[in-house]
T-cell receptor, first 115, second 112 residues
Framework: KAGVTQTPRYLIKTRGQQVTLSCSPI?????VSWYQQTPGQGLQFLFE???????NKGNFPGRFSGRQFSNSRSEMNVSTLELGDSALYLC??????????????FGPGTRLTVT | AQKVTQAQTEISVVEKEDVTLDCVYE???????LFWYKQPPSGELVFLIRRNSFDEQNEISGRYSWNFQKSTSSFNFTITASQVVDSAVYFC?????????FGTGTRLQVFP
């Protein structure tokens, strides 16, 4: 069974630009969560999508947005990039959403560098 | 407030030593779930264990074992006879309202 895939793996952007990251979950998984990992703030939850609906959102500005498609693939978008957005963005998929929480399987991440 | 504290930033051991990674959590919920993940240099987080608040039995999986103590709000992770391949960053996490709250991680370096 293929794991979670994220594209691209590496990205360099300039301040003020926007970026779209893609995540393909494990086949059969319907929930996708996004996390930002930085040396200063650690791993922080961005949002979760289940059945094309955003179920939960972390404490990030509106410049961070996402969506999920009918095939469960998800994209996240960051507009008006700032230097502080440089991070490893991790996507995680799970069978479903809710409690008890399902195991989340993480992708390799997209390393975004903003210059 | 929901919070996970991993006080050990970095631990270095020599192969075959036992090592314990500490995790202390804060939550007001009576039902909650705790996780451990491993992040090797490749960057991908690997799920290790999930434990719910009603199950205080310690768990052992090969060289890995977990000690869950509600009385001290701790969920510690022990690697027995460590190996170089265990070198990674280990994260403890608390599940809260559909999201994982991660600790800051403990970097484990195992030297041959």
């Amino acid at each position: 069974k293929a794991g979670v895939t994220q594209t691209p793996r590496y990205l360099i952007k300039t301040r003020g630009q926007q970026v779209t990251l893609s995540c393909s979950p494990i086949s059969g998984h319907r929930s996708v969560s996004w996390y930002q990992q930085t040396p200063g703030q650690g791993l922080q939850f961005l949002f979760e999508y289940f059945s094309e609906t955003q179920r939960n959102k972390g404490n990030f500005p509106g410049r961070f947005s996402g969506r999920q498609f009918s095939n469960s693939r998800s994209e996240m978008n960051v507009s008006t990039l700032e230097l502080g957005d440089s991070a490893l963005y991790l996507c995680a998929s799970s069978l479903a959403s809710g409690v008890p929480p399902y195991e989340q399987y993480f992708g390799p991440g997209t390393r975004l560098t903003v210059t | 407030a929901q919070k996970v504290t991993q006080a050990q930033t970095e631990i270095s051991v020599v192969e075959k030593e036992d090592v314990t990674l500490d995790c202390v959590y804060e939550t007001r919920d009576t039902t909650y779930y705790l996780f451990w993940y491993k992040q090797p240099p490749s960057g991908e987080l690997v799920f290790l264990i999930r434990r719910n608040s009603f199950d205080e039995q310690n768990e052992i999986s090969g060289r890995y074992s977990w000690n869950f103590q509600k009385s001290t709000s701790s969920f510690n992770f022990t690697i027995t006879a460590s190996q170089v391949v265990d070198s990674a960053v280990y994260f403890c996490a608390l599940h809260n309202t559909d999201k994982l709250i991660f600790g800051t991680g403990t970097r484990l370096q195992v030297f041959p």
